[in-house]
């Protein structure tokens, strides 16, 4: 729903620093540069989820992803890739101010995304947990 929103409300000029973000992630991909990739990839979503305008849907999202912490975000295999290959769909989206296809891809890399983090978690015991993720996980 945020990215169809978003797709209503989008400039040139937000469209043209959401496809800068982007080619951050690609060219951070290429150096295996993990920090960059999670920095852009959350400043990526928070753009569009501010355009949206929808503050009590973005109280919630906040509420969800309380519980996938961005600390486990690079240790999660596949993670950064999906950035890379969802990403442009929903790009494209929101370029033709298409609403519904927007939510569509958005909603196709969330649930890309939620797939990995759900995998990644079902092979988690407690020795394999450091310091840094179980803090992450609280």
């Known amino acids: 729903e945020l990215a169809a929103r978003a797709a209503d409300a989008i400039d040139d000029t937000t469209m043209a620093k ?8 690609v060219e951070a991909s290429g150096r295996d540069d993990h920090e ?19 503050p009590k849907l973005l109280w919630l999202l906040g509420m969800v992803m309380h519980y996938s912490p961005r600390p486990l975000h690079s240790h999660i295999e ?8 969802d990403h ?6 929101l370029e033709s101010r298409d609403a519904a296809r927007a939510n569509e891809a958005m909603a196709t890399h969330i649930i890309h995304a ?15 947990l450091d310091e840094t993720m179980i803090d992450a996980l609280k």
């Open 88 to 93: 442009p769909d929903v790009l494209d989206a």
């Open 18 to 25: 959401l496809r800068g973000i982007q080619e951050r992630i």
């Open 114 to 128: 939620g797939r990995l983090l759900i995998e990644f978690l079902g092979t988690l015991d407690d020795r394999m």
């Open 36 to 54: 960059t990739i999670e920095r852009e990839n959350y400043q990526f979503h928070k753009e569009i989820n501010l355009l949206a305008g929808a």
């Open 78 to 85: 596949g993670w950064s890739k999906t950035a890379i290959e």
